[in-house]
C-alpha cells in the first residue's frame, strides 16, 4: 500500500470535566468548542475540506480500552479495509471490528506500547 496514514483526524484525551476544559480553551485560547471539542477545518494538496477533531472526554471513558493511556490519537487513512489487512498480516493487534458511519470508516489498532490508536476513512462532505 502507497498511502497508509495520510494526516491527524484528532486528538483525544481524558479529563475530569469536559465541559470545564472546553470553556477553559475556548475562553483563553479562543477555540470555538461544541459539545464534541472543536472540528477544524484544512485543505489537502489537493485541495480537498479535511476536518481534525480535538476531544475531551471523561476520565472513565472506556472508549480508549484496552489502552490504559489517558489519549488516544486518530490518525486519516486511505482504503481502511487494506490497510487492515496488512496491519494484521504484519502481527500488529486489530482491537474491534471496523465500523462505518456516513461520515467514514473506523477500525482500532495497539501501538507497541499499548495506546490504542484509531483508523478513519473520512468522508468529509458529511459534516459540510
Known sequence: MK?????LGGF???TKDPDAIKKWYKEHLGIPTDQYGWTFWWKDKEGNDCSTQWSPFKEDTTYFAPSKAPFMMNFRVENLEELLK???????????EMETYDYGKFGWVLDP???KLELWEPVDKAFL
Open 12 to 14: 483525544f484525551f481524558k
Open 113 to 115: 506500547e499499548g495506546n
Open 3 to 7: 498511502n497508509r496514514v495520510t494526516g
Open 86 to 96: 496488512a496491519l494484521k498480516a504484519e502481527g500488529v493487534t486489530i482491537v474491534g
